[in-house]
C-alpha cells in the first residue's frame, strides 16, 4: 500500500515523507507533532492505534486506510467483514469444520481485523460449528509467530483449517504444517503481488490495494484543492479471493 501510495503521489510531483510507527502510540503521535509542525499539505494514514486526540486537532485534509479516526476524516477501506465470510466459506466448501482465526492482540482493535473476525464467526455460526480466535502477542517478530503457532497447532490435533489475519502470517503457518505433514487447509489475508508470486499455492483474500492507493491520493487530493462536491466520508471497496495453485 504505502509503495503504492508513494508512486501515485510522484506521478502527480508530490514529495513523500513516510512515517512508520511500528504499531507504537508514542511514535505515532511523535510523527503527527513532526508532520503539523512541518506544515504538510494532507496525510494518508494508515496507523493501527485509534482514538488519539490529535487528529482531532488538525486543521489539514487527512484520509485513512482502514480505519475510522474521527466523524470528520475520509476512510477508505476494503470489505473486511465479507473477507472474512470468504475466507471462512472456502475453507467450509473444502471440507473444513474445525476452523481457527488468527490475528494479532493490536490487530483486534482495528475495526478492519474485527469485521474479519465478524464474518468468520457468523459464517460458522450459521453453520452451526464452533469458532476460536487466537491473538499472537508480538504481531512483526516472524520467530515469535513461528514458536506460538506451533505450539498451537501441537495442542489441538483437531484443527483442519486456518484464516491468517494476513499472508505473511499464512506463510509461516503453511511452512509448520508441511514440516508436521499435517492436513491443513489455510486462507491467508491481502494478496499482495509479493505473496501471490513467492507462494502461488496460498489461497488468500485479496484486498484491492492499487484501487484503495487511487482512491485515497484522488480523496486526499480534492480535499487539499477544496474540491469537497461528492465527497463521502467513508468508501468501501470489495474483495476477492484467490485460489491457490
Do not use: W
Not at 476512510?75 to 465470510?85: A, C, L, T
Not at 504444517?177 to 491467508?188: F, H, L, P, S, T
Not at 484503495?212 to 466520508?233: C, S, T
Request: charged share 25%; proline share 4%.
Amino acid at each position: 500500500m504505502i509503495f503504492q501510495i508513494e508512486n501515485i503521489l510522484s506521478e502527480k510531483h508530490y514529495k513523500v515523507l513516510i512515517c512508520n510507527t511500528m504499531d507504537q502510540t508514542e511514535k505515532e503521535r511523535s510523527y503527527l507533532d513532526m508532520l503539523l509542525s512541518n506544515q504538510v499539505d494532507g496525510m494518508i494514514v494508515g496507523a493501527h492505534n485509534i482514538g488519539i486526540d490529535i487528529y482531532q486537532r488538525a486543521k489539514l485534509p487527512i484520509v485513512a486506510i482502514d480505519r475510522k479516526m474521527s466523524e470528520t476524516i475520509t476512510v477508505v477501506s476494503s470489505d473486511n467483514y465479507q473477507g472474512g465470510r470468504m475466507a471462512a466459506e472456502e475453507l467450509l466448501r473444502q471440507g473444513r469444520s474445525k476452523i481457527i482465526h488468527v490475528n494479532s492482540i493490536r490487530q483486534k482493535e482495528a475495526p478492519s481485523s474485527y469485521l474479519r473476525r465478524k464474518g468468520y464467526e457468523d459464517v460458522m455460526t450459521e453453520h452451526g460449528l464452533p469458532f476460536k480466535t487466537y491473538e499472537l502477542e508480538s504481531p512483526f517478530d516472524p520467530e515469535v509467530k513461528k514458536q506460538i503457532l506451533s505450539s498451537l497447532l501441537d495442542q489441538d490435533p483437531t484443527i483442519d483449517g486456518m484464516f491468517l489475519s494476513d499472508d505473511l502470517t499464512a506463510a509461516i503457518a503453511l511452512s509448520i504444517i508441511r514440516k508436521r505433514n499435517r492436513d491443513i487447509q489455510i486462507v491467508g489475508y491481502d494478496g499482495t503481488e509479493m505473496v501471490t508470486t513467492l507462494l502461488p499455492e496460498l489461497t488468500t483474500i485479496v484486498q484491492p490495494i492499487r484501487a484503495m492507493a487511487q482512491l485515497a491520493v484522488d480523496l486526499l487530493l480534492k480535499e487539499i484543492n477544496n474540491e469537497f462536491d461528492g465527497i463521502k466520508k467513508n468508501y468501501i471497496l470489495p474483495v476477492t479471493l484467490r485460489r491457490g495453485t
